[in-house]
DNA sequence: GTAATGACAAGAC
DNA sequence: TGTCTTGCCATTA
């Protein structure tokens, strides 16, 4: 328990992200949107930060709107490398052809 | 109650 | 896609 968020804001958040795909990645827009808070995009990160801490997520899949990884997780990367996401550049995944597509 | 912070989004260039 | 600016919202001090 490091920083207690909304339980809600927690529960909708992490419900979504176990719903993406294998071999897709989300953008915190698109969570944003599916809990029904489209402005929340920084809401979904900080508890992202703590979905580990929550529960087994696959936050390794979502990624911001320019399909770049988080900061703090440099092993991102290779996590989804081995779902078959392929990245344009090093920094990049190819958010055009494994953006969720809902 | 106010200010600062953050794994961001969208628009403009 | 990259960078800069503005906007939104919940949490924390």
């Given amino acids: 328990m490091?920083?207690?968020l909304s339980k809600d804001l927690i529960y909708e958040i992490l419900s979504v992200v176990?719903?993406?795909p294998k071999g897709k990645v989300a953008?915190?827009?698109?969570?944003a949107?599916?809990?029904d808070r489209p402005k929340n995009a920084r809401l979904v990160g900080k508890v992202l930060s703590q979905?580990?801490?929550?529960?087994d997520y696959p936050c390794?899949?979502?990624?911001?709107?320019?399909?770049?990884?988080?900061?703090?997780f440099p092993?991102?990367?290779?996590?989804l490398l081995d779902e078959g996401v392929e990245f344009k550049k090093p920094t990049?995944?190819?958010?055009?052809?494994?953006?969720?597509?809902?």
């Fill in 92 to 102: 990049h995944v190819d958010m055009k052809n494994f953006q969720w597509d809902m």
């Fill in 51 to 55: 979905a580990s801490y929550y529960g």
């Fill in 2 to 4: 490091v920083a207690k």
């Fill in 75 to 79: 092993n991102q990367k290779d996590l």
């Fill in 60 to 72: 390794h899949r979502v990624v911001n709107h320019a399909g770049r990884l988080a900061p703090t």
């Fill in 27 to 31: 953008s915190y827009g698109q969570i």
């Fill in 33 to 35: 949107k599916l809990i």
């Fill in 18 to 20: 176990d719903e993406i």
